[in-house]
């Protein structure tokens, strides 16, 4: 297996990842934007070095996670980032997560931010208990989100002071 910093030439292998993931209908509430979209964050993630990490097995992306700073989605501030993660159905239970969380976390001190923030479905205790061992807290409830295929599910907020990782 291969840990990396994603680069544009990923967009393929990453763009099926998170369109498999979706495909559950369990972890993740919206497919991918199209590819060209996607194509524009990974230039600018590429650019700035962006904390965004990928796990390759046999040429093929299995697992991703990012640390997106606070301007890209939607905040007044680059100090704060957000975490986003998604692992293939087939390599999960690996410790593929653990180790790629380990590297976000290094590198999003590196990158400047000082507080992440995530949000984890209330039912995948899996992830819940992985961020929980990286010093993650609960710090309140959103709202329900509804599925495509009709499922309900209310998401945790989670965050970490890096100043104290």
């Known amino acids: 297996m291969e840990i990396r910093r994603i680069c544009p030439d990923d967009l393929d292998g990453f763009w099926e990842l998170w369109q ?13 934007p ?3 979209k996607i194509e524009v964050v990974l ?7 962006i904390p965004q990490f990928i796990a390759i ?6 697992a991703s996670i990012e640390a997106f700073p606070g301007t890209m989605c939607g905040m007044d501030t680059d100090e704060i980032g957000f975490v986003g993660a998604q692992v293939h159905a087939d390599f999960r239970g690996q410790g593929i997560a653990k180790r790629l969380l380990e590297i976000v976390l290094m590198d999003s001190q590196r990158f400047g931010l000082k507080e992440l923030r995530l ?5 995948n205790v899996v992830a819940q208990k992985l961020y929980e061992k990286f010093g993650f807290k609960y710090t309140g409830l959103n709202n329900e989100v509804i599925f495509e295929s009709g499922r309900k599910e209310t998401s ?3 965050s970490l002071s890096l100043a104290q990782a």
Do not use: F
Request: cysteine-free; hydrophobic content about 25%; aromatic content about 8%.
């Open 119 to 123: 949000d984890v479905y209330k039912s």
């Open 156 to 158: 945790l907020n989670m």
């Open 57 to 62: 097995v046999d040429k093929k992306v299995v």
């Open 43 to 49: 230039n600018r993630i590429t650019k700035q070095q």
């Open 34 to 36: 199209p590819k060209d």
């Open 20 to 32: 498999g993931v979706y495909d559950e209908g369990v972890y993740l509430r919206s497919p991918p």
